[in-house]
C-alpha cells in the first residue's frame, strides 16, 4: 500500500525544518504600564489599520477577551486587521460582523468552530484562512514568519510586575501556555485581568517584565465554558468498546513501562481511555512519568493515584484540571513551543511513548482530517493532532465506523491534516487496522486477541453502513491548511449544501 505523505498534491511545500530556528525572546523590560481603558491600550500600542493582533483561547467557549478587544478596535476605526487567535470557538460570533464590516481581513488559528467556521465556509473572508497546529503556530510565531504587533493576553491574575498566571481568580483557567509564546515574541504585549494582586506572584507562566500595557475589565470571561462538547467523555456502546480496544492496543505494544508517558486528544473516546488507564498501569505495578497536553479530569485522577509522576499541561479542558494545577506542584505548566515546536530543541511530543487521537475521517492511506466533517464543512483544526501523531512512539487514531450518516474510514479524506505516515494504529467498534508501515507491531498484536482488520477491510464495512454523501465543493479556497514545519499541507474549497 502507498502510504501518501498528504491528502493532496499541493504547491507550497514545507521549508526543512532544520532550516529553521527560534528568534532570541525579547528581553523583560519594567513593570507593565496601568491604563484606564482598551481604548487607550489601542492607542499605547499604537496600533495602525493592518496590524496583527494575538489572542489565546484558555477560556475557550467561555473567552470574552477578543470580543472586547475587537469591539474597541472597531469603535477607533481600525481596519483591515489580522487577527492570530490560538482558537476561535461559538462565543467568538461577533467576530463575523467584524469580517463583514472590514475590520479583520485575514484569520490564523489553530481551530475554528461555530458561526465564525460557518462565515469561512460562505466565503466572507476576503483571504483563504490559515490553519496551524499548534506546535505550527509556535513555530511561526517564534521564528518570526508570524509576526505580532500586539498580543492582546487574558490572565486571571496579574501582580504589578507583570508576571501572569491563569490559576486563582474568579476565571481561573489552568497554566496560559499558549499566551507565553506571544508574551516571548510580540512586539507588544497587554495584560487584561480582573485582578491586580497587590503581593507578587509566587508561580507564573508569563514572566515579570514581558508585558508593556496592563488594563484591569470587568470580566475575562465564564470558566464554567471551558468544559465543552469536545471534552466530554463519550458514554456510548460503541466509545465503550473502543476505549477498550485502544487499552488492548497499549498492553499488546510493549510500551507500558516505568516512566511511560501519555497523551490524549480532547475528544470523547480519547479522555474516555485516560479514565480507565490507570487500572492497566496498576495491574502492570507501572508507575508513568509524565501525561501532557491539554489536560481533564480523568488525568489528574491518574496524577492523584501516584500512577504518574507528574503533569505537563499547556491548556486546562476543565476544572478539575485547573483546580489541580492551583494546587498541585507536579502539575506543572509548559509553553506551547516546549509543548510542540518542531524548531524546539526538545518539544514533549517527541518524548511521548502513546498518543490517542481522534478523527473526522480515516482514510486508506491513514490520512487524518480533523478539519472537516465528511460533508466538508469546517468543525475544527488541526489543534496538537499533526504534533502528538509526528512525535509519539505509538499513534492510535480512534473513530467510530459512521456518524451523521457519512463514513469516517473513506477512499480519500475530504481535507488531510494528519499524514498517515505518521499514524500507526486506527481503532474502531469493528477492529483495529495497523499501519502496514509498522509491521513490528502488526506482529505483536498477532500475538494477542485483538480483532485486527485491514484498513480496507474497515473502509468497506463503514461503505456498507453509511455511504459517503460529499457536498458540492465550489472553486473557491477557503482556508489552507500548514504544515506543521510550514507550507500547505491542504486546502478547504467553499461548500454547498
Do not use: W
Not at 1 to 23: F, R
Not at 369 to 378: D, F, L, M, S
Not at 418 to 438: F, H, L, Q, S, Y
Amino acid at each position: 500500500m502507498n502510504i501518501s505523505m498528504g491528502g493532496n498534491d499541493k504547491p507550497g511545500e514545507a521549508m526543512p525544518v532544520s532550516a529553521l530556528s527560534m528568534l532570541p525572546p525579547k528581553a523583560a523590560s519594567g513593570p507593565p504600564v496601568l491604563l484606564a481603558s482598551l481604548r487607550e491600550a489601542l492607542i499605547a500600542c499604537d496600533i495602525k489599520d493592518g496590524a496583527t493582533l494575538s489572542f489565546h483561547h484558555h477560556l475557550r467557549d467561555g473567552d470574552a477577551v477578543l470580543n472586547q478587544v475587537l469591539n474597541t478596535a472597531a469603535e477607533a476605526g481600525l481596519r483591515g486587521l489580522t487577527v492570530a487567535a490560538s482558537s476561535i470557538f461559538p462565543v467568538h460570533a461577533p467576530l463575523v460582523d467584524h469580517i463583514a464590516h472590514g475590520v479583520v481581513t485575514r484569520l490564523v488559528c489553530d481551530y475554528v468552530k461555530g458561526p465564525v467556521a460557518s462565515a469561512i465556509m460562505a466565503g466572507l473572508m476576503p483571504e483563504p484562512v490559515l490553519l496551524q497546529s499548534h506546535g505550527g503556530r509556535a513555530r511561526a510565531i517564534s521564528s518570526g514568519q508570524l509576526p505580532v504587533d500586539v498580543a492582546f493576553l487574558g490572565a486571571p491574575r496579574v501582580d504589578r510586575d507583570g508576571s501572569a498566571t491563569g490559576a486563582g481568580g474568579r476565571a481561573s483557567c489552568g497554566p496560559l501556555g499558549y499566551a507565553m509564546v506571544d508574551a516571548d515574541y510580540a512586539k507588544k504585549v497587554v495584560l487584561l485581568t480582573e485582578e491586580i494582586c497587590t503581593a507578587p506572584l509566587g508561580r507564573y507562566e508569563i514572566e515579570p517584565g514581558k508585558a508593556d500595557f496592563l488594563v484591569t475589565v470587568p470580566s475575562l470571561g465564564d470558566n464554567r465554558r471551558i468544559l465543552s462538547g469536545a471534552t466530554a467523555i463519550a458514554t456510548d456502546a460503541a466509545s465503550t468498546t473502543i476505549v477498550d480496544l485502544v487499552l488492548g492496543v497499549i498492553h499488546a505494544s510493549g510500551l507500558i513501562a516505568d516512566g511511560f508517558s501519555f497523551q490524549t486528544g480532547a475528544g470523547g473516546i480519547s479522555l474516555g481511555v485516560a479514565n480507565k488507564l490507570g487500572h492497566l498501569l496498576a495491574t502492570a505495578g507501572v508507575r508513568g512519568g509524565f501525561i501532557s497536553g491539554g489536560i481533564a479530569g480523568g488525568h489528574v485522577a491518574l496524577l492523584k493515584a501516584r500512577l504518574f509522576e507528574r503533569i505537563l499541561d499547556v491548556q486546562s479542558f476543565d476544572l478539575e484540571a485547573v483546580r489541580s494545577y492551583e494546587r498541585n506542584l507536579a502539575h506543572v505548566a509548559m509553553s506551547a513551543s516546549r509543548y510542540a515546536s518542531p524548531i524546539d530543541p526538545s518539544p514533549v511530543v517527541d518524548l511521548l511513548d502513546t498518543v490517542v487521537l481522534g478523527a473526522a475521517e480515516v482514510d486508506r492511506s491513514f490520512n487524518v482530517n480533523v478539519a472537516t466533517g465528511g460533508n466538508g464543512v469546517i468543525l475544527g483544526g488541526p489543534g496538537g493532532h499533526p504534533d502528538t501523531a509526528a512525535g509519539a512512539k505509538l499513534t492510535i487514531v480512534t473513530t467510530r465506523l459512521k456518524a451523521g450518516g457519512n463514513p469516517k474510514i473513506v477512499d480519500r479524506v475530504a481535507c488531510c491534516v494528519t499524514p498517515g505516515c505518521d499514524v500507526d494504529v486506527v481503532v474502531t467498534e469493528a477492529g483495529i487496522a495497523v499501519n502496514p508501515m509498522r509491521m513490528d507491531l502488526l506482529e505483536r498484536f498477532r500475538k494477542s486477541s485483538l480483532p485486527l482488520r485491514t484498513i480496507d477491510q474497515l473502509a468497506a464495512i463503514a461503505a456498507s453502513e453509511a455511504p459517503v454523501q460529499r457536498s458540492n465543493k465550489t472553486d473557491s479556497v477557503v482556508a489552507v491548511v500548514e504544515r506543521r514545519g510550514g507550507g500547505c499541507m491542504d486546502i478547504i474549497y467553499g461548500c454547498t449544501a
